[in-house]
């Protein structure tokens, strides 16, 4: 009859379950297709890292022990789960033959203790710490799935407890219930009353694990039949390539994202394998500046709105705001630190394509995109005066569209035309000069890249902008590209290869170091400065270019003193997406003054070392809001350079 019964609630249990996770599956059937099936091998072994490693969940260290701890019990203690149900439903089965009741019940008896711990640990994070960034997320699902698990581990052991008690002789290899086992005794269960406990322990203990079973598809917590899924499905691609646009084979459908069914499959199994950790929402620089984007909340709006009925009401402007969409900077940092690998990014750059093409967009965006379309630039300046830059060069530079150069020199629009940046191109292109890099310039034949113009929606102008430089440097011979802006390295070495353009690009820090390694550049080494660096989202994050600015950084005998958020953690200076081109007056505080008082908070730094035209505009006008000139000073590396040099 026990037998019987079991199978009935089990069945019973599974069907639910199947169904509930079935319906919410159900629209990645009808989604887009992508394959994310490529390098079998390569997505394995990631897999593998992030799971079993928790690479990315230690980051956070307090969640990332803890959860390490349940994750290594729920792996030890399924073998009890395995031998309840196994014991059961097919009479005889045990895991003695393999140790079950030796070194398995040892494991599971240490492996219970560590799961409470971790448990424990997570309902002081919960209710007591309540860290920021769980803000948004549903606590009661939390607290629900702490007290089941909970429960399971404790039927658990009171099960094995009743059972020593049965017999009256304590088991080695069961320390903890052993102990339970005398005090049962001590309070008079035995013989036939631990017979009766022993039973109840049983059902409570399988109930409750079908029980969380069959409410773990509607929650949060189905991350763990998700997760090791959409960590093995996660894009390949270089970091800063966005996926393409798909091809319409009607030209009059409407492009852009309209219901959840122009999103590819993938994108709708990322909001199904969140997390609610709010690890996005915690570095995200749009979230920190009050705008209306959390990361986190924009994956569980389009999660919900898929699930709940939403189906009916459009993507952008309904389920998702377009204040939301238009505060990214694309900076990427939610994508780095999301321990199963949601594309934040892709999806948000998606939806502002939607808005691009239906024309709504902030009025100081549009008169940009309006000048890109016209001149090729952001500045609305002609084509003619790009090169205007190199009045007062004690030389005139190479026009690479004319003879052969070694490096060709993609100076970009801010190094062009602003006037602060200005000087600094100035500066880098005569430390070419003097170390005899045979370089040279587009001069007018040079637009924009197109990076920024991507992320901020317009796919048509992006590939305009691109065929023109592509067109132009296939008509230029040289070895390399040089840049001194990460967002047109970003879009030459990442962006221009799928449109079958491939070069060799390198970050002006990169030959800079390499012409003072060679000794073609000779820096005296006079009082070293307390400086900091600031990793640019595009160089660094996106592209790895770390550790060369450092290391020229180093090479100019300065005391480099790291921020708290560095490398891949480091914080954006808010200009990216096109964020540069759009109203920032509502912030309740701008990413480059956070970035400043978090410098300032190093103590005695002179310098705030950057490595981007934007981030000279975006920080030197921080320090100024901030009135903070005399404790700080912005430094790009070209100036460091050029002051040992001096």
Not at 45 to 55: E, F, V
Not at 429 to 442: K, M, S, T, Y
Not at 470 to 485: K, P, S, V, W
Not at 602 to 630: H, R, W
Request: charged share 20%; glycine share 8%; proline share 5%.
């Amino acid at each position: 009859m026990q037998t019987l019964l079991l199978w009935i609630v089990t069945l019973a249990t599974l069907v639910v379950f199947a169904w509930r996770f079935g319906t919410r599956l159900q629209p990645l059937f009808s989604a887009r297709p992508v394959n994310r099936l490529d390098r079998p091998g390569e997505r394995f072994s990631g897999m593998l890292g992030d799971i079993g490693l928790h690479r990315r969940m230690l980051r956070f260290t307090y969640s990332g022990v803890l959860h390490a701890m349940i994750f290594s019990s729920f792996l030890v203690l399924f073998t009890a789960i395995i031998e309840s149900f196994g014991s059961v439903l097919f009479p005889g089965f045990t895991l003695a033959p393999v140790g079950g009741e030796t070194w398995i019940a040892i494991l599971q008896e240490t492996f219970a203790l560590l799961i409470l711990v971790g448990l424990g640990m997570a309902a002081y994070q919960r209710l007591i710490r309540k860290p920021a960034r769980f803000e948004g997320s549903r606590k009661g699902d939390a607290i629900l799935i702490y007290v089941l698990a909970t429960g399971i581990v404790a039927s658990m052991l009171l099960e094995f407890a009743s059972a020593i008690a049965i017999t009256g002789t304590p088991n080695p290899y069961r320390p903890v219930s052993s102990l339970l086992a005398a005090l049962l005794g001590q309070v008079g269960v035995d013989g036939h009353a631990a017979e009766t406990l022993h039973m109840s322990f049983y059902w409570a203990h399988v109930l409750i694990i079908l029980g969380f079973l069959a409410y773990i598809p509607g929650s949060k917590h189905r991350h763990m039949f998700l997760a090791a899924p959409n960590i093995f499905l996660r894009p390949l691609h270089p970091k800063g390539q966005l996926p393409a646009v798909p091809t319409l084979e009607d030209e009059k459908t409407p492009s852009g994202i309209q219901s959840f069914s122009d999103f590819t499959w993938k994108d709708l199994l990322d909001p199904l394998t969140c997390t609610e950790c709010g690890r996005c929402q915690s570095v995200c620089p749009a979230y920190a500046a009050g705008t209306p984007l959390s990361p986190k909340k924009l994956i569980m709006d389009l999660r919900d709105g898929m699930s709940t009925g939403e189906a009916h009401l459009p993507i952008v402007g309904g389920v998702i705001s377009e204040d939301v969409l238009w505060s990214c900077t694309t900076c990427r940092a939610c994508m780095e630190v999301c321990p199963v690998h949601i594309e934040h990014v892709p999806k948000i750059v998606e939806m502002r394509r939607t808005m691009v093409e239906a024309g709504t967009l902030e009025p100081m965006l549009q008169d940009a995109l309006t000048s890109f379309q016209s001149q090729g630039n952001s500045f609305g300046k002609p084509a003619k005066q790009r090169a205007r830059w190199i009045k007062g060069l004690s030389f005139k530079p190479v026009d690479a569209r004319n003879q052969p150069v070694d490096v060709l020199w993609f100076v970009g629009d801010f190094a062009s035309f602003d006037a602060r940046a200005q000087e600094l191109t100035r500066m880098v292109a005569e430390l070419l000069h003097q170390a005899g890099v045979d370089f040279g310039i587009l001069y007018d034949g040079e637009r924009n890249s197109g990076n920024d113009v991507r992320r901020a929606g317009d796919e048509g102008l992006f590939e305009l902008l691109a065929q023109q430089n592509i067109d132009t440097l296939a008509g230029c011979e040289f070895n390399r590209i040089m840049t001194t802006d990460p967002h047109s390295l970003n879009a030459l070495k990442s962006e221009y290869p799928a449109l079958g353009a491939d070069y060799d690009v390198v970050h002006y820090s990169e030959l800079l170091l390499d012409l003072i390694s060679a000794g073609k550049l000779t820096p005296k080494q006079g009082a070293a400065a307390q400086v900091t660096y600031h990793d640019p989202c595009y160089l660094g994050r996106y592209n790895g270019g770390f550790d060369a600015p450092r290391d020229l950084i180093a090479a100019l005998g300065h005391d480099l003193r790291e921020m708290p958020r560095n490398r891949k953690n480091s914080f954006c200076c808010g200009a990216g997406g096109g964020r540069i081109w759009m109203d920032d007056s509502a912030f309740h505080e701008r990413p480059s003054e956070n970035r400043i008082k978090e410098a300032l908070a190093l103590g005695d730094v002179s310098y705030f070392v950057v490595s981007c035209p934007k981030d000279v505009v975006m920080y030197t006008a921080a320090i100024q809001n901030l009135g903070v000139e005399d404790r700080i000073s912005v430094r790009d590396l070209a100036e460091l350079v050029t002051e040992s040099l001096e």
